[in-house]
Nanobody, 126 residues
Framework: VQLQASGGGLVQAGGSLRLSCAAS????????LGWFRQAQGKEREFVAA????????YYSDSVKNRFTISRDSAKKAVYLQMNSLKPEDTAVYYC????????????????????WGQGTLVTVSS
């Protein structure tokens, strides 16, 4: 499975960006797609995830009510709509893929995900 992420860039605080990530290769219909981010000098952190079967979504507290994760099952793609961006959202954003269902408690654990995209840089200026 390969992941291709896109959509990063430079935006002013309060602005919006939409990240995209498409998974290619043979996969089942049950999988989890997630977004993580890593700011310079910090550890990678969970942002959001979506499980394919029911489309249930999960968010970190820091992005809840500002970011929205969605999916296109036919394309095996996941999107992250980021609104009301803050300078502290500046980071490299990575999409991640797990090829089976995982329990809800595991969606925010980066160790669970088997495949990772190359990362796309989001810079929010103040």
């Amino acid at each position: 499975v390969q992941l291709q992420a896109s959509g990063g860039g430079l935006v002013q605080a309060g602005g919006s960006l939409r990240l995209s990530c498409a998974a290619s290769g043979r996969t089942s219909n049950y999988y989890v797609l997630g977004w993580f981010r890593q700011a310079q000098g910090k550890e990678r952190e969970f942002v959001a995830a979506i499980r394919s079967s029911a489309g249930d979504t999960y968010y970190s507290d820091s992005v809840k009510n500002r970011f929205t994760i969605s999916r296109d099952s036919a394309k095996k793609a996941v999107y992250l709509q980021m609104n009301s961006l803050k300078p502290e959202d500046t980071a490299v954003y990575y999409c991640a893929f797990h090829p089976r269902m995982i329990v809800v408690s595991g969606v925010g654990n980066s160790d669970v995900y088997n495949y990772w995209g190359q990362g796309t840089l989001v810079t929010v200026s103040s």
